[in-house]
């Protein structure tokens, strides 16, 4: 599975970015799909997942970002995306998209759970 994310850029505190996921190689749609971030000094970080089509398609959020941001996916289009509304500056980091045919449940927060990693995307949140 070869993953490509867009979507980053500069937005002011409170604005909205959506990135982009774009999956190509083995079937999408079985495909337990998510995000994860990486400020500079800190540790990679969970941001939201999706299941495929075994996990009824459940999402899955960190306690930071709940209620902000919305994960979905289009089969159709093999994407996933991720809505960001009322951005913070401490949402800074690069973005990185992962996939994973066979996660389990009680891993779905663990990065090193995901077989497939796409090129990370820039997002900075000015105050």
């Known amino acids: 599975v070869q993953l490509q994310a867009s979507g980053g850029g500069l937005v002011q505190a409170g604005g909205s970015l959506r990135l982009s996921c774009t999956a190509s190689g083995q079937t999408f749609s079985r495909q337990t799909i998510g995000w994860f971030r990486q400020a500079p000094g800190k540790e990679r970080e969970f941001v939201a997942t999706?299941?495929?089509?075994?996990?009824?398609?459940?999402?899955y959020y960190a306690e930071s970002v709940k209620g902000r941001f919305t994960i979905s996916r289009d089969n159709a289009k093999n994407t996933m995306y991720l809505l960001m509304n009322n951005l913070r500056p401490e949402d800074t980091a690069v973005y990185y998209c992962a996939a994973d045919p066979s996660i389990i449940l009680s891993s779905l927060r663990l990065a090193q759970a995901y077989a497939y990693w796409g090129e990370g995307t820039q997002v900075t949140v000015s105050s």
């Open positions: 999706i299941r495929g089509n075994g996990g009824g398609y459940r999402t």
